[in-house]
């Protein structure tokens, strides 16, 4: 989809390159998703954010009618059947709920609250895709023990920046626990 600068708040006239900028972030050796294997690979974790709804799946413009990307469903349930943890913040969650039926995810409140949750709609979005949303605060992670997989809301909230990170650690604290490493 379109490349939105976000000090200004609009869509920017740029074309997106996804591995191009996915370079650029992490400053280092990165690969094509297509190459990602669950037997490479101790656990998966997926960050979440706008790229996650515009460009890993159609969720920002279909809602729960949503597809995934075809590299993305494939991933999920390779490490799923491997029985390999899945970690995935923000509105990242909706694609386990897309590719997972029936995966208990978070991605943090079910009402506004006056703000502080913005994105709360989404909650609906993952049970009508046949997941089960819990509620959870900005803070923690939820644990599918059943699917292995753990979710936490943080910039679903509208909070402080160290709330976020105490929920992110919870998640990568989880997922690593489960590797059993």
Same mark, same amino acid.
């Given at each position: 989809?379109?490349?939105? &600068? ?7 006239? &740029? ?16 690969? &094509? ?6 037997? &490479?690979? /101790? ?7 706008? $790229?996650?709804a ?8 279909? @809602?729960?009618d ?15 059947k491997?029985?390999?943890p ?8 909706v694609?386990?709920?897309k ?8 991605v943090?409140?079910? /009402?506004?609250e $006056? ?10 979005a993952?049970?009508?895709? $046949? ?31 160290h709330?976020?990170?105490? $929920?992110? @650690?919870e998640?990568?604290?989880?997922v690593l ?5």
């Amino acid at each position: 989809m379109h490349v939105v &600068d976000h000090v200004k708040g609009e869509p920017a006239g &740029d074309s997106r390159n996804v591995l191009a900028e996915s370079a650029r972030i992490a400053r280092g050796k990165i690969m &094509d998703l297509a190459q990602l294997n669950a037997q &490479d690979h /101790d656990a998966v974790i997926f960050p979440g954010g706008f $790229g996650v709804a515009k460009n890993l799946s159609t969720f920002a413009k279909d @809602g729960k009618d949503c597809k995934v990307i075809p590299d993305i469903e494939r991933v999920l349930n390779e490490f799923h059947k491997a029985r390999k943890p899945i970690g995935l913040c923000c509105i990242a969650p909706v694609l386990a709920a897309k590719v997972l039926p029936g995966v208990e995810v978070t991605v943090g409140h079910e /009402d506004e609250e $006056g703000g502080k949750w913005p994105y709360a709609g989404t909650a609906a979005a993952i049970n009508a895709m $046949g997941g089960k949303h819990t509620v959870h605060d900005v803070n923690s992670a939820h644990v599918d023990h059943q699917n292995w997989v753990v979710t936490t809301p943080a910039f679903m909230c509208e909070t402080k920046l160290h709330h976020i990170f105490d $929920g992110i @650690g919870e998640m990568v604290q989880q997922v690593l626990k489960l590797t059993g490493k």
